[in-house]
C-alpha cells in the first residue's frame, strides 16, 4: 500500500472543475463579506479530491477501512467545509437576490431542507450503505460507485446547510434543535460502528475475488473500518457541535439584542407626551368610536 499513490477519476473532477468554477464565477461578482468565505469552499473541494483521486481513492475498492475513510469524508468532512463557504450567499449576489430568495422560499426548498428531511437522509445513509446490497455494487461498478460519491456529497451538503444555516435558508429553527439531533447522530454512528465490529463480514464475495495477499485479514480489515466510522465520525461530530456552539452563542446574542431594542422602543413610546383627547389614547375606546 503507498500512501502517496494518486489516480485520475474522471466523474470526481468534473464535479470538482463544475463546482469550483462556478463558485469562483460567483464570488467575482459577490461583495467582501461573502467572499471571506471562499477558504472555508476550498477546503471542502480539496477534501473531495483526496477522498476520490488520493490514496483513498486508490485502495478504497481494495480495503473496507479505506472505503470507511472516504465515506466520512465525503458525507462529513467536504459537504461542512463546502457549506461553510456560504455558496448560496455567494450565488444570490452573483444572481441577483430576489432570483434566487424564490427558490428559497419555495415549498420544495422548504421540504428538501427541513432538519428532518436532511437528518433523517444523513442517519439513514450509512446503515443502507453497508447492510443492503448497495455497498458491494459500489465496490463492482465504476458507475455505481461515482453516483454514490454524488449523492454522499449532496445528502452531506443539504445536512450541513439545514443545521448550519449559514446560508439563506427556507426557515431558521434554533440551533439548540441541531444539538440535540446531532446527539441521536453520534449514538447511531456508534450503533453501527458495534454492528460492523461485531456482525458479519461485508461484501465477503468482492473482498476474496480480489484475492489481495498483503494488509490485515478481512475480520481486522472491517473491525478497523468500523473503528474509522466509529471514532473518527464522533471526533468529525465534535468538532461540528463546537461550531454549533458559537453559533447558538451568535443566534442568541442576536434574539438578546433585537429583545432589548424592543423594549428601548416600548419606553420610548411611553415617554412620549399624550396629546388629543383621553379617549383617542385607549385603542379599544378609539376602535368602537369609529365603527359608529
Request: hydrophobic residues 55%.
Amino acid at each position: 500500500m503507498n500512501p502517496v499513490s494518486w489516480h485520475w477519476d474522471t466523474g470526481a473532477a468534473a464535479v470538482i472543475v463544475a463546482a469550483g468554477v462556478a463558485y469562483g464565477w460567483a464570488w467575482r461578482r459577490a461583495d467582501a463579506t461573502a467572499r471571506r468565505y471562499v477558504w472555508w469552499f476550498v477546503i471542502g473541494v480539496v477534501l473531495t479530491a483526496v477522498a476520490t483521486m488520493s490514496m483513498v481513492g486508490v485502495y478504497a475498492t481494495v480495503l473496507f477501512w479505506v472505503r470507511a475513510l472516504q465515506v466520512l469524508l465525503l458525507l462529513y468532512a467536504a459537504p461542512f467545509f463546502l457549506a461553510m463557504g456560504r455558496p448560496v450567499t455567494v450565488l444570490s449576489q452573483a444572481l441577483g437576490h430576489s432570483g434566487l430568495d424564490r427558490v428559497v422560499a419555495s415549498r420544495v426548498a422548504r421540504l428538501a431542507a427541513h432538519p428532518a428531511t436532511t437528518s433523517a437522509a444523513m442517519l439513514a445513509t450509512p446503515w443502507l450503505l453497508y447492510l443492503t446490497p448497495w455497498y458491494s455494487s459500489a465496490l463492482r461498478y465504476q458507475a455505481v460507485a461515482a453516483a454514490t460519491n454524488v449523492l454522499l456529497l449532496l445528502i452531506g451538503f443539504a445536512y450541513f446547510y439545514a443545521r448550519l444555516q449559514a446560508d439563506p435558508v427556507p426557515r431558521r429553527y434554533s440551533q439548540l434543535i441541531s444539538l440535540v439531533i446531532s446527539i441521536v447522530e453520534s449514538i447511531s454512528d456508534g450503533l453501527l460502528g458495534i454492528v460492523l465490529w461485531l456482525g458479519p463480514l461485508i461484501a465477503v464475495d468482492y473482498y476474496t475475488h480480489i484475492d489481495r495477499h498483503w494488509g490485515p485479514s478481512l475480520r481486522v480489515d472491517q473491525s478497523i473500518g468500523a473503528g474509522v466510522l466509529w471514532l473518527l465520525g464522533d471526533v468529525l461530530g465534535v468538532a461540528f457541535i463546537v461550531v454549533l456552539m458559537r453559533f447558538f452563542s451568535a443566534d442568541e446574542s442576536s434574539r438578546a439584542a433585537a429583545v432589548d431594542a424592543e423594549l428601548d422602543r416600548a419606553d420610548h413610546d411611553e415617554a412620549q407626551p399624550v396629546s388629543g383627547l383621553w379617549w383617542e389614547n385607549d385603542p379599544q375606546l378609539r376602535e368602537r368610536i369609529r365603527r359608529t
